[in-house]
């Protein structure tokens, strides 16, 4: 089993392509915060491990920390918080690329327990993989703003 240690920095994630007017990212001590501001039930809310679009595996900047080496399963640990103990829906979303395009995306359904997300969710990986991404989106069931405050992530790959 091998693991890669996510740290909960600005550099890691990104908002996806189209909303950086709607998500704003500020570090405070050792955690990235994410102020998500939607304006429309349209908007489409993502905080993304890493570049690029959801197209496209990441850049060479990162490739190396994602690289999977065969491995046929993989575990994301992570946790964030919100600044809010009202009903709020997220989703993990797996995105799995070869070299050039994405292969796969498998979606769950992440479980608020108060203002908290504590996440421990398994994927099996398709044999042609070589790079991995994860995203959280937030599901608008109202244009009330969020704050995303994100903890340690770990990826488990074997």
């Not at 994860?134 to 340690?152: E, N, Q, S, W």
Request: glycine share 4%.
């Amino acid at each position: 089993m091998r693991t890669i240690n996510i740290l909960p920095a600005i550099y890691n994630y990104n908002p996806n392509v189209g909303v950086k007017d709607k998500v704003r990212a500020t570090e405070k001590g050792w955690a990235a915060v994410f102020e998500l501001r939607p304006t429309s039930l349209d908007d489409k809310l993502y905080i993304q491990l890493f570049d690029q679009p959801f197209s496209l595996p990441p850049s060479k900047i990162y490739r190396d920390e994602l690289f999977v080496r065969g491995e046929g399963n993989v575990r994301i640990k992570s946790s964030f918080q919100i600044n809010s103990t009202e009903p709020h829906e997220f989703e993990l979303f797996l995105l799995q690329y070869d070299e050039r395009r994405k292969l796969d995306m498998d979606v769950r359904t992440l479980v608020q327990n108060g203002n908290t997300y504590d996440i421990e969710e398994t994927f099996e990986l398709r044999p042609e993989t070589k790079f991995l991404k994860f995203a959280y989106r937030y599901i608008l069931h109202d244009v009330k703003p969020v704050d995303v405050t994100l903890g340690h992530a770990s990826i488990e790959l074997f």
